[in-house]
Nanobody, 117 residues
Framework: QVQLVESGGGLVQAGGSLRLSCAAS????????MGWYRQAPGKQRELVATISSGGSTNYADSVKGRFTISRDNGKNTVYLQMNSLEPEDTAVYYC???????????WGQGTQVTVSS
């Protein structure tokens, strides 16, 4: 059994910062790609950022230059540093990870981020 647990969400004013964390635990041999997605009310879930096991990163255009994804392989944890937050960033943020054995895709339960104007 594998669990992903997110933390760090909350309410922040526009221009502020938050740091999200997502820790994986359970029957883990290794972790490939990890990522953050978000879903705003009435919208589809969308990619925010991903990071490979080797540290290569990919970002949605809407967050480039403001958000930074990183990971600590020793702690099986992925982070999302969010700066210069905008009201449009308001959403539930989910982490996911490809976890071995079986290369299975796992999702966290989500954490709410609300940015007030």
């Amino acid at each position: 059994q594998v669990q992903l647990v997110e933390s760090g969400g909350g309410l922040v004013q526009a221009g502020g910062s938050l740091r999200l964390s997502c820790a994986a635990s359970g029957s883990i041999v290794s972790i490939n790609d990890m990522g953050w997605y978000r879903q705003a009310p009435g919208k589809q879930r969308e990619l925010v950022a991903t990071i490979s096991s080797g540290g290569s990163t990919n970002y949605a255009d809407s967050v480039k230059g403001r958000f930074t994804i990183s990971r600590d392989n020793g702690k099986n944890t992925v982070y999302l540093q969010m700066n210069s937050l905008e009201p449009e960033d308001t959403a539930v943020y989910y982490c996911n990870a490809r976890i071995n054995p079986f290369y299975a895709l796992h999702w966290g339960q989500g954490t709410q981020v609300t940015v007030s104007s």
